[in-house]
Nanobody, 124 residues
């Protein structure tokens, strides 16, 4: 069993930056691919970014490419999402997730463990 806890969300103006963190406990996340998803009010949960267990493969949703960076520190059991040049349309609850097998899938059904989410609000 893996427990995931996100932090780092908040309110920021458009153009600003935030760094989200996701700390795993219970079991090491080093053998898992890790992903970030987001859900805006009234919308489905969408893929944002994912990273392989070793960090060598990263996938991004098209609208965040060049603005967001996913990284991980397996020694700290932590995954990060650096978000720059934020836009109002990035406003959502951001969720961290872990997938067995190590491949950084873009599909939410590939992920077995989920955090509770952290709110990101970007004002115009």
């Amino acid at each position: 069993q893996v427990q995931l806890v996100e932090s780092g969300g908040g309110l920021v103006q458009a153009g600003g930056s935030l760094r989200l963190s996701c700390v795993g406990s219970g079991r090491t996340v080093s053998g898992y691919a890790m992903g970030w998803f987001r859900q805006a009010p009234g919308k489905e949960r969408d893929f944002v970014a994912a990273i392989s267990w070793g960090g060598s493969v990263r996938n991004y949703e098209d609208s965040v490419k060049g603005r967001f960076t996913i990284s991980r520190d397996n020694a700290k059991n932590t995954v990060y999402l650096q978000m720059n040049s934020l836009k109002p349309e990035d406003t959502a609850v951001y969720y961290c997730a872990a997938a067995r097998g190590g491949y950084p899938s873009t599909r939410s059904d590939a992920y077995e463990f989920w955090g509770q989410g952290t709110q990101v609000t970007v004002s115009p």
